[in-house]
């Protein structure tokens, strides 16, 4: 399917709008088609597999266009019931909407591949047709009407052939929600087939809009909203999975029942498989504490269980608990929306401090930060909201006509705990890293900008080892990116004690080495292991490592250079510092030679 989609049907230039209009409905047909298909050959294998079929090929296809329908959001109402009333289906398995969205996606993506170059007349800069008139739609509308009619044509006729199976699909239901999830997937691709812009946005936007868009804490409020979306998701498939443990009996009671050969328990398990996200959703609306509807007239929250379960004979659901009343385990957890509060005050204050900010940018004051918590918690109650209300739905009439989380519930409830934790976190946390800050350095440590430059070294590095760096900077971020060498890409060393390097064996034996590396030129030790003091207004001879070339530095009775008192020497004395063909060392007390283009060595 991968190189289906990734081959693009591509036209010349030279050729018109008819061409172009037609290449990208046949990407909208086949983008559901392939759809279709994938769904068909697992729903097919299953079929095949199963010792007592139901149904023949016709039936197996009606329900694989039931299945791609219910992807789309759409609800399907089941004709053959016990009562003899229709009940609807409306719970659509997150995992099995990846799906059509991905291929919608791709093909609007890739709709805008063969006009990189649009030819006069149909360009984004509506350039004249022939007689001197401006086009009526640029190539983006264009892809987007074309894309989203062919994929609405086969929607259309997977409608109509999905009436006639055991899952007919309700006609207004298929027709809002194939409109807006296409719509969508379609929209999306083609935003990233011009590479994401954020701006300039569209014309048609008002102003304020557009000016509350471009902000920069709507750009924050979205980061922390999604931070604390993502904590509370966590959370939830924690909860969800514990909760599966904790009654496997249950639900491996009901993965049995469900179907006895082993194609009824493999269909069985993916349909489990493809729920998964849904519960994820039910285990965070659980932990948010307005809780899940368990039929009608019964809600589980973390206090208990009130009024009478109706929920299907399903392993997922039997993680759902059923004691009338919570204990500690229940009650625990609490701490996922302080976790999500505290997660969406974090990445806020990161900004409202100038760690993320722009270049010039200044940080932010305690009224911008406190609007910036608030509205990332305003982002995560709306995208928590939204999740809930695509993740449930009713399985029949009367009881189950409700299960799962209410979406307004969960929303505020999401919102009001990011608020009420995020808020004053994200304070607390300004307030704290301000403090450290502006913290004077401690007694004893160079300050960063004491610190002399170390070649090879970035400025971050310098300022850690100082002990003045914030701990939130982005060293460890720069290091993962390889611009900062890691301690063990460092050459190891050790230090020497004090009594080992002051021990009159080892200055004998560097003595010795520094002997031999000067060709001669340093005078022995006298006995007994003293060093002589040296005279005043006597040159200092340094002598270079060996193998390096160097040269001798004189200096004076202080220790500093004396580039004035500094005498040339003759080229006699020059002569005989430099060792001859044999290898012969000059006469000693003469200074060693200076390589040329080399500084003098340092001291």
């Not at 904590?231 to 009654?247: C, E, F, M």
């Not at 002589?532 to 004189?554: T, Y």
Request: charged share 15%; hydrophobic share 45%; aromatic share 6%.
């Amino acid at each position: 399917m991968t190189q289906v989609t990734d081959r693009g049907l591509r036209l010349p230039a030279a050729q018109g709008r008819p061409p172009v209009l037609a290449t990208c409905v046949l990407r909208g047909v086949m983008a559901a088609g392939l759809g279709l298909g994938a769904l068909a050959v697992l729903v097919t294998v299953v079929w095949i597999s199963s010792p007592y079929p139901d149904s023949g090929p016709s039936g197996v296809l009606r329900a694989v266009a039931a299945l791609w329908l219910l992807a789309h959001g759409t609800q399907l109402v089941r004709p053959d019931t016990l009562s003899g009333v229709p009940a609807p289906v409306g719970i659509v398995p997150l995992l099995l909407v990846g799906l059509p969205v991905w291929l919608a996606h791709r093909a609007a993506r890739d709709a805008l591949s063969y006009e990189r170059e649009p030819e006069p007349g149909y360009g984004d800069d509506g350039g004249a047709e022939e007689g001197g008139e401006r086009t009526a739609l640029s190539p983006v509308w264009t892809a987007f009407t074309a894309v989203t009619c062919g994929y609405l044509l086969v929607g259309a006729a997977a409608v109509l052939y999905a009436s006639d199976g055991p899952l007919p699909a309700a006609p207004l239901s298929a027709a809002l929600h194939l409109t807006l999830v296409t719509s969508g997937a379609v929209g999306a691709g083609l935003w990233t087939a011009h590479g994401r812009p954020r701006v300039p946005l569209p014309g048609w936007v008002p102003g304020p809009v557009r000016r509350v868009l471009v902000h920069r804490r709507t750009n924050t409020a979205v980061r922390a909203g999604s931070a604390g979306v993502a904590v509370l998701l966590a959370g939830g498939a924690l909860l969800a999975g514990a909760g599966l443990v904790w009654h496997a009996g249950a639900a491996q009671d009901a993965f049995l029942r469900l179907a006895e050969d082993w194609p009824g328990r493999l269909a069985v398990l993916l349909l489990a498989l493809a729920l998964v996200p849904n519960a994820v959703v039910w285990g965070a609306a659980y932990g948010l504490g307005p809780g899940l509807l368990l039929g009608t007239g019964a809600v589980a929250t973390p206090l208990g269980v009130a009024g009478t379960p109706a929920v299907p004979h399903f392993p997922l659901l039997s993680a759902l608990p059923a004691e009338p009343r919570g204990n500690w385990l229940t009650w625990s957890v609490a701490v996922l929306p302080v976790l999500a509060g505290l997660a969406v005050g974090w990445w806020t204050v990161r900004r409202a401090t100038g760690e993320e900010a722009g270049e010039g940018e200044e940080a932010w004051g305690r009224g911008e930060t406190a609007l910036a918590a608030l509205c990332g918690a305003a982002a995560c109650g709306a995208a928590l909201a939204l999740l809930t209300a695509l993740s449930v739905g009713p399985l029949g009439s009367e009881r189950l006509a409700a299960l799962g989380p209410v979406w307004w519930r969960t929303g505020g409830a999401a919102l009001l705990w990011t608020a009420g934790v995020g808020v004053p976190g994200a304070l607390g946390l300004r307030w704290w890293w301000g403090r450290k800050a502006a913290e004077p350095p401690v007694s004893g440590v160079v300050p960063v900008a004491a610190v002399p430059p170390v070649s090879g070294v970035v400025p971050e590095t310098v300022a850690e080892a100082a002990g003045v760096r914030r701990w939130w900077s982005r060293v460890a971020w720069r290091r993962r990116k390889g611009e900062v060498a890691e301690s063990g890409d460092r050459e190891p060393y050790d230090v020497l004690p004090v009594g080992a390097w002051h021990d009159s064996g080892v200055r004998e034996v560097r003595r010795a080495a520094l002997r031999e590396a000067s060709g001669g030129l340093m005078p022995d030790a006298p006995a007994g292991g003293e060093v002589p003091e040296r005279p005043a207004g006597a040159p200092v001879v340094v002598v270079p490592e060996p193998g390096e070339p160097g040269s001798a530095v004189p200096v004076d009775s202080d220790g500093l250079p004396g580039a004035g008192d500094r005498a040339e020497p003759e080229p006699e004395e020059r002569e005989a510092a430099v060792p001859g063909d044999q290898g012969e060392p000059g006469p000693e007390g003469s200074p060693l030679p200076e390589a040329e283009g080399e500084p003098p060595a340092p001291h």
